[in-house]
């Protein structure tokens, strides 16, 4: 059905999303598709796209037997494997065992009815395709990325897991485990077995024993009984080992070397984005291709130790190597001994290789998101330019003859979908472009500049540009006799700017501006969706969104007639070319929107002689019937008078005769809808169209089988879902019908269509992100028609006014004699016996009437809410009449004030509004919003009693920061606060906070006390302390001897020492701990108590032969300064040690702490 094809891209992060057979068909998988590529050693054609996965396709391989090579088998993200005839491009059979994404697949090279197929889970499944049957294995619970048959041993599958492990699995005996083969460090994306066995297949060493196998116990199969299998692995750690089978160790380990491209800085990242790729050719055993950091393909040689093992692909001349990285590999030996390689990359590029020669023998193009935009050059014959939602464009010279799809990719300051294209009609290689986020930009395709992007941009996207001659003020400064060319942009806000080229960074103009002037318009313009430039610059048409299009003279913009036969959105307009056409064709304009009539108008009079007055046209010359849904796209032939092509969203392009209002040809090679189209400027018979499924196809009009566009199952299936859709919805008003058909006409597209496969898609997973409404034609109505849907499924606001919303809701009939009786009320004339505005049978007019009528509709209404018990709208009927006092009564009786009626409450005056104040207060105490009620005290100026609430409900906290804030500090409202503070927190448990409130109430002492209640040794400390800071010296002394006690019972010292030596009253206790001290060092020298856990002096170690009392001299004297000149008389530090509370007699049961204080006692004695 077509000539050739650019295909989406291949899908990313798949072990195997591509196979080739030995007839040499390539099968790729993208999207949820996948295509069917002839290939040879000097070009490829797309023959076929099979269609029949929900999910994303995850993996391709054909039967490798010599009578089943037709045969192919696929896997997706949907857990469905497919079995395919490529013979005749139908299914045969569907296999949905899997419940979890299907990761691995492959056809077994040795048996034929084969197919084994792994999953995210870790579930293996073996179908053969013969019976039908099905087997699943569960040897490891680990996540699958890859998976391979071996060629030598039909029942040997090996299986590579995301942790780096790869096992080796017997499906002759239910899946068996034969080894485990441990040495990679990160995931394992790729496994080929070698196509040769025994020891001598390639030249190897064994690997030191950090690469090791696990045997498994119950093979039956030794060693040396097995021949030597050798296996291949790729993995994420940036190596490729070669095992063998017979031993389940490795014997090779080849590290992948960094190959910094000339001109390129090191990109930090490259590494960590590896895919590892393995094959291993079949004609060449000693040899293995991998893929690198960058997208380079090496050939190792296995018989080689050196550094220099590898050889590097394409490496005759620049440009050959894919530039990102390489996802999949297949080869293919020809019939003539040729051997072909075929990669698939992230650069959305497939290109095929000689194995022999390791050149690139040719490269196709594919696309990654919808196809929005061609363009041929009208300058440059046959350039096509093509924009594209992955945020590339590209430039197809279609008439090479070297290579049939030699394309120039620019992506450099894009950085969104590129929505519409346009050559300028007189330079060669100037090209601008629209994108998604309302950016419009020229490149020169002919050189290596990036773009000049205009400084005006849109606020939506950019779905139309055209060339056209220059308007005000642009024009202003053209040269005389120079023909200028202004660049124009609509986008999806509505608006058209007109852009100097020469000056992109200046401003660009709003021809609205000059539409206004010029036509003396003073209402709202509707907003544009589309222009085209008559092709000799005298006139243009603009489509609106009401469906309206005004046709302007330049170059003041004139309004010389508006067509008014579409009723819905105008998605596209073009003007017969002039070029090879007879002159009664020149006026003539084709226009299509989103309803699926084609119309085309004759403008040739209005154009020859135009009118004084705009005219009105409702009449097309011709109508074009045959599409089933909105029309996105057209073109006239330029070879032959009154032929157009039209594309549509029922997924065909459709070739008409104008003059005869025929359908001449149908194509329906697309999945999905279409979205452009351009007639080939060199070959009448050629046609490119472009569309959804991320596909470019050139076809011919001759060859078609059918005429007319299908009229069946699509279009039904589209219709019943949009029953579907209004039974389960409420019916909206009449007015809003023709927006919700075109909200259902947009929206109810089939469910499988997917949008652009973008590059900031995971690398741990191949699903590209969701489709989203952006990729739609117009985003004016398209996000009307989304908001709308949001609201419907949203509950509807209760109306204030029901009764007259009912009424407004009767049968046409009725509302037509409403206009009428309303109209005879108003002027006077005789109206209909007893008809009152607002009241009996005419109580909903009362809103069209006086005052009066008004009022009496209130009331009625007002009736009605209370039935309902909606007071909260009688409320606001109250308001709204002048009945403040009313409104704010009823809503204070039934506990509903709110903020709003509050706010309003002043307009009574200040009694009211103190009143109100005071009852609001009242009903937030009771819905327990107490510090809004204190709040609202505030205002009447009622600190107290706010204070009071507060301190009610134990808001301690914020009752104390309100009193700080507002009234004097000497207050005895804020000691008492904080005393009723503590006292709450102490009674639950919160001590330090307690303590806290007593000092800020200046009760220190209580303070101090509170903290010594928790009786640990910190808190003692810190009471200590706090009571001598606050001069509490009695206090202070008593806990700092009850710390220094259960520090001494601890045999902390030290401590015990410095919090005595904080209190200078108690230096008889520092001697008689110093005492203490002495004896337990004395007694742990004698091995009479532990020695563990003791924190001491240095002066207590036993350093001498003197008596201890000798050392407790010196010690006193040296280290607490006692001595016969101090201030203190020694008489009187006597009569303090006798003192001293004497320890409880020493008897069997007293606690050994106890028994080392008697002796300490009396030896300060």
């Known amino acids: 059905m077509h000539e050739r094809l650019l295909p989406a891209s291949p899908n990313w992060y798949c072990s195997r999303c591509c196979d080739v057979n030995s007839s040499g068909l390539l099968g790729v998988g993208a999207k949820n598709l996948l295509y069917l590529i002839d290939v040879s050693a000097s070009t490829c054609r797309v023959v076929g796209v099979l269609v029949g996965h929900k999910g994303l396709v995850s993996g391709v391989s054909f039967c490798q037997d010599a009578t089943q090579t037709h045969l192919c088998a696929t896997s997706s993200g949907d857990g469905v494997v497919l079995f395919w005839d490529t013979n005749t491009q139908t299914l045969i059979r569907e296999d949905a065992h899997h419940q979890n994404p299907i990761s691995a697949l492959h056809w077994s090279p040795l048996d034929k009815n084969l197919v084994v197929s792994g999953d995210e889970k870790g579930i293996v499944v073996c179908h053969w395709y013969n019976t039908g049957d099905t087997a699943s294995f569960f040897p490891e619970p680990r996540s699958i990325i890859c998976l391979t048959c071996s060629p030598h041993t039909w029942s040997t599958v090996a299986v590579g897991y995301k942790d780096g492990m790869i096992v080796l699995i017997d499906v002759s005996k239910k899946g068996e485990v034969t080894h485990r083969l441990r040495g990679h460090d990160d995931d394992i994306q790729s496994l080929a077995w070698s196509p040769l066995t025994g020891k001598d297949a390639f030249y190897c060493r064994a690997e030191p024993s950090d690469c090791s196998g696990e045997l498994g116990a119950s093979n039956g199969v030794s060693a040396g009984e097995e021949k030597a299998c050798y296996l291949a692995s790729g993995s994420k750690d940036q190596t490729v080992r070669i095992w063998s089978t017979a031993t389940g160790k490795g014997v090779s380990t080849l590290k992948l070397p960094y190959l ?146 030699d394309t120039r990719c620019f992506w450099q300051g894009i950085k969104s979908k590129v929505t519409s294209l346009a050559w300028h009609p007189k330079r060669e290689g100037t090209l601008s472009f629209g994108t998604d986020d309302g950016k419009v930009g020229i490149y020169d395709v002919f050189s290596n500049k990036p773009p000049q992007i205009s400084s005006s941009y849109h606020k939506k996207t950019v779905y139309s540009l055209a060339w056209g001659p220059s308007l005000p003020p642009v024009s202003f400064g053209s040269a005389e006799g120079k023909p200028s060319y202004s660049l124009y942009s609509c986008a999806g806000e509505g608006i058209i700017l007109q852009h100097d080229p ?94 699926a009539i084609v119309y085309v108008h004759d403008l040739h009079s209005v154009i020859e002689n135009p009118p004084e007055s705009p005219l009105v046209m409702t009449e097309p010359y011709r109508r074009l019937c045959g599409h089933t849904s909105k029309i996105t796209g057209m073109s006239w032939s330029p070879h032959h008078g009154g032929k157009l092509v039209t594309v549509s969203y029922d997924g065909t392009a459709q070739v008409w005769d104008v003059q005869q209002e025929a359908a001449v040809s149908n194509y329906r090679g697309h999945v999905g809808y279409l979205l452009c189209v351009e007639w080939s400027p060199v070959d009448p018979d050629v046609i490119w169209t472009g569309g959804k499924d991320f596909t470019v196809q050139e076809w011919r009009v001759s060859k078609q089988e059918f005429t007319k566009p299908p009229k069946g199952k699509k279009m039904m299936d589209l219709k019943e879902k949009a029953k579907q859709k209004k039974k389960t919805k409420k019916p909206t008003p009449e007015v809003n019908s023709e927006a919700v058909a075109d909200a259902a006409s947009i929206g109810q597209e089939p469910s499988d269509e997917d949008e652009e496969q973008v590059e900031v898609i995971s690398a741990s997973s191949p699903v590209p992100p969701t489709a989203s409404l952006a990729s739609q034609r117009k985003p004016s109505t398209v996000m009307k028609c989304k908001a709308d849907s949001n609201l419907q499924k949203k509950k509807k606001a209760r109306s204030l006014l029901p009764i007259s919303t ?154 104390i920061a309100l009193v700080k804030a507002r009234l004097p500090v000497e207050d005895p409202v804020l000691k008492e606060l904080y005393t009723c503070w503590a006292s709450m927190l102490e009674k639950d448990g919160h001590f330090s906070a307690a303590a806290k409130c007593y000092i800020a109430a200046g009760a220190s002492f209580d303070a101090a006390k509170v903290i010594a209640r928790k009786n640990d040794i910190s808190s003692l400390r810190t009471a200590a302390a706090l009571a001598s800071v606050s001069g509490e010296d009695t206090l202070a002394q008593s806990l700092a001897l009850r710390c220094a006690k259960d520090l001494a019972s601890m045999r902390d010292w030290i401590a015990a020492q410095d919090v005595l030596a904080s209190q200078e009253s108690l230096l008889v206790h520092r001697l008689h701990l110093s005492i203490t001290e002495l004896l337990y060092a004395a007694l742990t020298e004698t091995g009479f108590v532990p020695e563990s856990g003791v924190i001491g002096h240095a002066w207590a170690s036993p350093a001498s032969e003197k008596h201890i009392l000798e050392r407790v001299q010196d010690i006193w004297f040296e280290q607490f300064g006692v001595s016969k000149g101090s201030r203190r008389d020694l008489e009187e530090l006597l009569q303090e040690l006798k003192g001293v509370e004497s320890p409880t007699r020493v008897t069997a049961n007293l606690p050994l702490s106890q028994v080392r204080l008697n002796p300490s006692t009396a030896s300060s004695r």
């Open 260 to 405: 910094k491209r000339r001109g390129s800085a090191v990109d930090p990242t490259l590494k960590e984005r590896l895919w590892l790729n393995v094959h291993w050719p079949k004609g060449q055993p000693t040899q293995l291709v991998s893929t690198c950091f960058s997208g380079e393909l090496l050939m190792w040689d296995l018989t080689k130790t050196g550094k220099q093992k590898w050889t590097l692909f394409g490496s005759s001349s620049e440009g050959q190597n894919h530039s990102r990285i390489v996802f999949n590999t297949a080869s293919v030996t020809l019939r003539d001994g040729s051997e072909l390689l075929l990669s698939t990359s992230l650069d959305r590029e497939v290109k095929c290789w000689n194995l022999a020669s390791l050149n690139c023998c040719w490269t196709l193009p594919t696309l990654g998101g919808f196809v929005y935009s061609l363009a041929f050059s009208p300058v440059g014959t046959g350039y096509l330019a093509l924009g594209v939602g992955d945020n590339m464009i590209r430039v197809w010279n279609t008439l090479s003859t070297q290579n049939h799809y």
């Open 502 to 595: 020469y000056k992109l960074g200046g401003d660009a103009s709003d021809i609205n501006d000059l539409i206004r002037e010029t036509n003396n318009i003073k209402h709202k313009l509707s907003p544009h969706t589309d222009l085209s430039w008559k092709p000799d610059g005298k006139v243009v048409a603009i489509g609106n969104e009401d469906g309206c299009i005004d046709v302007y003279q330049a170059p003041t913009l004139k309004l010389l007639c508006s067509i008014q036969q579409h009723h819905k959105i105008i998605n596209v307009l073009r003007w017969h070319p002039e070029h090879n056409a007879p002159p009664d064709l020149h006026g003539l304009l084709a226009s299509g929107s989103s309803n």
């Open 806 to 959: 009912a009424l407004d809701h009767r049968p046409k009939e009725e509302l037509l004699q409403d206009c009428l009786t309303l109209a005879a009320v108003a002027h006077g004339s005789v109206s209909p016996a007893g008809c009152v505005p607002g009241q009996g049978e005419h109580i909903h007019l009362g809103l069209f009437s006086d005052r009066t009528a008004l009022h009496r509709l209130f009331d009625a209404e007002e009736e009605s809410h209370v039935k309902a018990g909606h007071f909260e709208s009688v409320v606001y009927l109250r308001l709204w009449s002048g009945d403040l006092e009313g409104a704010l009564e009823l809503a204070a009786e039934r506990g509903e004030l709110n903020d709003h009626l509050l706010s309003v409450a002043p307009m009574g005056g200040f009694k009211v509004w103190h009143s109100i104040v005071e009852r609001y207060v009242k009903q937030l105490c009771l819905q327990e919003q107490y510090l809004k009620a204190a709040s609202h005290l505030l205002s009447i100026n009622k600190l107290y009693e706010a204070v009071d609430l507060l301190r009610s409900h134990k808001l301690y906290r914020e009752a």
